[in-house]
Nanobody, 120 residues
Framework: QVQLVESGGGSVQSGGSLRLSCAGAVYTYMGWFRQAPGKEREGVAAIDRYGSTTYADSVKGRFTFSRDNAKNTLYLQMNSLKPEDTAMYYC??????????????????WGQGTQVTVSS
């Protein structure tokens, strides 16, 4: 049973920063997704076992995804936050290599999520 536990969410003002953590098993591909009320879940960032990252255009230059394999922990550093970043953020794991790292269906394991709220 793969368990992924997110933490680090909270409320910040526009322009602020948060760092999300995801503790648990670290697989070949790990991803962060988010879902705002009334919207579909979307891929935010992904990282492979070698540390190579992929970002959604909406967060490029603002978010940084890193992994500490020794600690089985992932980090999503979020800077210059905007109100449109408000969402529930989920950590996800994929056992196998994927050519679509920001696609939900590529991931088989999910955490419970952590809420991020950015006020203007």
């Amino acid at each position: 049973q793969v368990q992924l536990v997110e933490s680090g969410g909270g409320s910040v003002q526009s322009g602020g920063s948060l760092r999300l953590s995801c503790a648990g098993a670290v697989y070949t591909y790990m991803g962060w997704f988010r879902q705002a009320p009334g919207k579909e879940r979307e891929g935010v960032a992904a990282i492979d076992r070698y540390g190579s990252t992929t970002y959604a255009d909406s967060v490029k230059g603002r978010f940084t995804f890193s992994r500490d394999n020794a600690k089985n922990t992932l980090y999503l550093q979020m800077n210059s936050l905007k109100p449109e970043d408000t969402a529930m953020y989920y950590c996800a794991a994929a056992r196998w290599r994927t050519y679509y790292p920001l696609k939900m269906s590529e991931y088989g394991y999910w955490g419970q999520g952590t809420q991020v709220t950015v006020s203007s």
